[in-house]
């Protein structure tokens, strides 16, 4: 500041702001922190992790994604990491970790080179060139996979779930997995397109694991609405309805006037008669279930138990779109509109109960293209984590229908990656060939952390893989079980290419966002005390 003049404020009072390197490497270790958090899950032999809430609420898994939404992280650079979880969960449903993991050692590897003086552009530049190349590489080592090839998309589900609670059961849930996403697949322009919105998972605390099946049709976590209704219907005509079954009540505000005691009988009579035509038409519709989104009145529950027509209320919308596609029925809004051709059809709708509860399982459809998985298990948390396994076998099967691709695991790609980088990184030349070189020792984390996680030396193994690799082996990897490396094809560790695509991609955008950033400009909510400049809030992330 010059003597005697008055210092000019541009920024509001209390706002931190970080320049430079600092800022950087703020953000930096703030990612590393993160990335060390679920680190030790990779792999077979990787850890669990149990997160409590601020509520008390305990959860139980080592499945990256789960663990960096329950935890509730402050800083905004870390931040940016954890939605690089939750966009490799949306692509492919796997390989979430992995991609948390690459992306914090490609900043800790950048933050060597900035401190050896080279440019955040330049060094983003080369991560971006080595990325290209890494999917590259990927595309020259990947397997054909063919539709109807089911051992091996069984293996794919299983590699998926190993490591995992799931896992212990992994082949009786990746048949379930397959067969679900084998119901729901369809062909469109030659094409193979699954949507796993199709594929209801209901999850129901009692049993055990092995108790669950797949059920090609729907449930429906409801109970019918009148005791006196059927509990078994066979060969159902099914209405789905998306409008209440009672009486209108007038949209404007009316005044009905009774004089005597007739006239509200009279009124109540015809309130009781619209009532009945509803059910008839539903009737003469030859309806046997009705499923309605909304409620149902208490008289015409009574009516449409008289008629033996079983009827639920209340159900999602989610699933009355399901309950369509599985059926064939049409979703009406007017009963005036019920054509036979309207309803759907199943061998059986059927009132059990499951545990405690009581639910409604729609079976035996013709065609069903929506299916539903019950999964059952000990406790709550045995449950969850089943669900978590299953609906990464349930991705990573439909992601491997879709490309037709796989690559194998066990950290033989990031090997392969690795080797291939270091001999283009010599043709780049220039100062970018320093940070493709860097992007090489950072995809080996994969094999490090699989190595480490299993209680195996990580320099052994990578001095084994190097070398067996260096002889054409590219599809030798880390063999968790035998403490050596092995042939990942002979061990069925496979995985979808879109998987390993997809680590490597989001992992380079977001280190390369976090390096280009070199100011931050915080208000006061933001503080070091809180998590904030990667400063000691975010320190403890590593001791999760």
């Known amino acids: 500041m010059m ?25 930096i270790r703030a990612a590393m922190a993160i990335a060390d958090a679920v680190r030790s899950t990779m792999g077979p032999k990787g850890m669990d992790k149990m997160l409590v809430d601020s509520m008390g609420d305990v ?4 499945d990256g994604v789960t663990i960096l939404k329950e935890i509730e992280v402050e800083h905004p650079a870390a931040k940016m990491i954890v939605e690089v979880a939750k966009a490799q969960d949306e692509e492919c449903g796997d390989g979430t970790t992995t991609a948390v993991v690459l992306a914090g050692e490609l900043l800790k590897y950048a933050q060597d080179l900035i ?4 440019h955040p552009t330049v060094i983003a530049e080369g991560y971006r060139l080595a990325s290209k190349k890494a999917c590259e590489v990927l595309d020259s080592i990947a397997l054909d996979i063919k539709p109807d090839d089911e051992e091996m998309l069984k293996r794919i589900a299983e590699t998926s779930m190993t490591g995992k609670v799931a ?8 048949e379930i997995a397959y067969k679900a996403v084998k119901a729901i697949a369809e062909e469109v322009n ?7 919105d199709n594929v209801k998972v209901e999850k129901k605390q009692g049993g055990s ?14 109970e019918r609405v009148h005791p006196d209704m059927p509990t078994i219907v066979k060969d159902a005509k099914i209405l789905l309805i998306n409008t209440s079954l009672e009486v209108k009540k007038t949209e404007v505000d009316a005044q009905i006037r009774i004089t005597d005691p007739e006239q509200l009988q009279k009124f109540l009579d015809q309130e009781e008669q619209m009532i009945k035509d509803m059910v008839q038409k539903i009737k003469a519709s030859g309806a046997n279930v009705v499923i309605c989104q909304k409620g149902i009145d208490d008289l015409a529950q009574h009516y ?18 399901k309950l369509s596609r599985a059926t064939g029925a049409s979703i009406l809004t007017d009963l005036d509109e019920i054509k036979p051709e309207n309803l759907g059809e199943a061998g059986k709708v059927e009132e059990k109960k499951v545990g405690d509860d009581k639910m409604v399982f729609i079976t035996e459809c013709k065609e069903a293209k929506a299916v539903s998985i019950l999964v059952r298990g000990g406790t709550e948390h045995v449950v969850d984590e089943i669900e978590r396994g299953l609906n990464d076998a ?12 796989m690559i194998t695991g066990g950290g033989s790609a990031a090997i392969e990656i690795s080797m291939a980088l270091r001999d283009y990184a010599e043709t780049v030349g220039g100062r970018e060939q320093l940070a493709i070189n860097k992007f090489a020792d950072a995809i080996e984390v994969v094999p490090r952390a699989l190595a480490t996680n299993a209680g195996i030396d990580p320099i052994d193994i990578l001095i084994k893989l190097k070398k067996e690799h260096s002889e054409g082996k590219k599809h030798y990897g880390v063999n968790v079980h035998k403490g050596d490396v092995g042939d990942m094809l002979e061990l069925n560790v496979l995985e979808p290419i879109r998987v390993g695509k997809q680590a490597v991609r989001s992992a380079t955008e977001v280190a390369i966002m976090i390096l280009r950033i070199d100011d931050v400009i915080a208000a006061r909510e933001i503080s070091k005390g809180k998590g904030g400049g990667g400063g000691e809030g975010m320190e403890g992330m590593g001791e999760y």
């Open 3 to 27: 003597s005697g003049r008055t210092p000019i404020l541009i920024l509001k009072e209390g706002t931190e702001r970080e320049k430079g390197r600092e800022a950087q490497f703020n953000n």
């Open 59 to 62: 959860v139980i898994t080592n």
């Open 115 to 118: 401190e050896q003086d080279i």
């Open 167 to 174: 896992g212990a059961n992994k082949e009786m849930l990746a």
């Open 190 to 196: 030659g094409q193979i397109r699954v949507d796993l």
């Open 209 to 222: 694991v092995e108790d669950t099946e797949l059920i090609n049709g729907i449930i429906l976590d409801k």
């Open 304 to 321: 449409l138990a008289k008629e033996g027509i079983f009827a639920v209320r209340r159900v999602k919308k989610s699933d009355m779109e």
């Open 394 to 405: 349930l991705n990573v099967i439909a992601v491997a229908l879709e490309d037709g691709k």
